[in-house]
């Protein structure tokens, strides 16, 4: 069993950053692909971000140039940082784990297995 539990989720204003936390617990797969998807009020959810255990990033080009994805796999955590917030990005931020496979370019909700509560990033001025 896996459990995800994310933090980090603030109010900023646009322009600002805010860095967004997963850790991880349960089971370590040998092979695992970690994401963060969002999805807003109104919304389709959104795959933004993945790594894979090698360390190889993807990006929606939506967040492409400026959020970052890494991971601590010493200490189980993944990270979001997220520069030069805007408006848009107001959503309800979740990590995903998608096991036994490494990380496609786009990311599919039904690829992935377990999933965390959420944290809630509004930017607003």
């Known amino acids: 069993h896996v459990q995800l539990v994310e933090s980090g989720g603030n109010s900023v204003q646009p322009g600002g950053s805010l860095k967004l936390s997963c850790v991880r617990s349960?089971?370590?797969?040998?092979?695992?692909?970690m994401s963060w998807f969002r999805q807003a009020p109104g919304k389709e959810q959104e795959g933004i971000a993945s790594?894979?255990?090698?360390?190889?990033?993807n990006y929606a080009d939506s967040v492409k140039g400026r959020f970052t994805i890494s991971q601590d796999t010493a200490k189980r955590l993944v990270y979001l940082q997220m520069n030069n917030l805007q408006p848009d990005d107001t959503a309800t931020y979740y990590c995903?784990?998608?096991?036994?496979?490494?990380?496609?370019?786009?990311?599919?909700?039904?690829?992935?297995?377990?999933w965390g509560q959420g944290t809630q990033v509004t930017v607003s001025s």
């Open positions: 790594i894979d255990g090698a360390g190889s990033t």
């Open positions: 995903a784990e998608r096991i036994l496979a490494t990380c496609m370019p786009t990311m599919a909700s039904n690829d992935f297995r377990f």
């Open positions: 349960g089971y370590t797969y040998a092979d695992y692909c």
